[in-house]
């Protein structure tokens, strides 16, 4: 299968900073890339739709100030948490998909902590 | 995009079969029916999909019923790794997955 890969892994940061996650599709052109969070125990919750040159599309409640997405490229995406505060605290999971296929492909996750 | 209803939770043992059901009553003619699973601390993982046939592939099969109201994931042997969460979704065309709960499956040694 396709191989999505997410950088870093994890990351510890101080509040009010900001963090961004690489999403990179290694070995297919990514049309669309999607951004979800995750919090312990829950399911994944869809942040935000993104296609290549193209804003990206919020999901409702996501603020787009506070994650800004850029999918400049047909091989990476990249979501920036600005100001985080501890409350961003969450396992962050991109994913990507080719033009006409229906299967996502999922990277291993971001652990983001906030002190 | 139609609801999904699966268990909660499944219990195996290793090396026997597995069936994880699915309902999806108000799935439309579009729908296609998407099968990921996410095992802890990891990414979900591409597990199956299919429309209206059932389908096979190297790690599972997908029986669909012929109203296409429900659908079943095999697992034709479980194994430890098979032990994860498994999520039914439906998606229109190309649409984005939207995640529920899923089903917990517990597989014994």
């Known amino acids: 299968g396709a191989v999505v890969s997410q950088h870093p892994s994890w990351v510890i940061c101080k509040s009010g900073t900001s963090v961004k996650i690489e999403c990179r599709s290694l070995?297919?052109?990514?049309?669309?890339m999607f951004w979800y969070r995750q919090f312990p125990k829950q399911s994944l919750m869809l942040m935000a739709t993104s296609n290549e040159g193209s804003k990206a599309t919020y999901e409702q409640g996501v603020e787009k100030d506070k994650f800004l997405i850029n999918h400049a490229s047909l091989t990476l995406s990249t979501l920036t948490v600005t100001s985080a505060h501890p409350e961003d605290s969450s396992f962050y999971i991109c994913?990507?998909?080719?033009?006409?296929?229906?299967?996502?492909?999922f990277g291993p996750g971001t652990r983001l902590t906030v002190l | 995009d139609a609801k999904t209803t699966q268990p909660n939770s499944m219990e195996s043992n290793e090396e026997e079969p597995v069936h994880l059901p699915c309902n999806h009553s108000t799935i439309s003619g579009t729908d296609y029916i998407h099968w990921y699973r996410q095992l802890p601390s990891q990414g979900p993982e591409y597990v199956i999909h299919?429309?209206?046939s059932n389908v096979n592939n190297r790690m599972a099969s997908l029986a669909i019923a012929e109203d296409r109201k429900s659908s079943t994931l095999i697992l034709h042997r479980a194994t430890l790794r098979d032990a994860a969460v498994y999520y039914c979704i439906l998606t229109g065309g190309y649409n984005k997955l939207i995640f529920g709960a899923g089903t917990r499956l517990a597989v014994h040694p």
């Open positions: 070995d297919f052109q990514a049309t669309t």
């Open positions: 299919g429309l209206t």
């Open positions: 994913s990507a998909r080719g033009q006409y296929t229906h299967t996502q492909y």
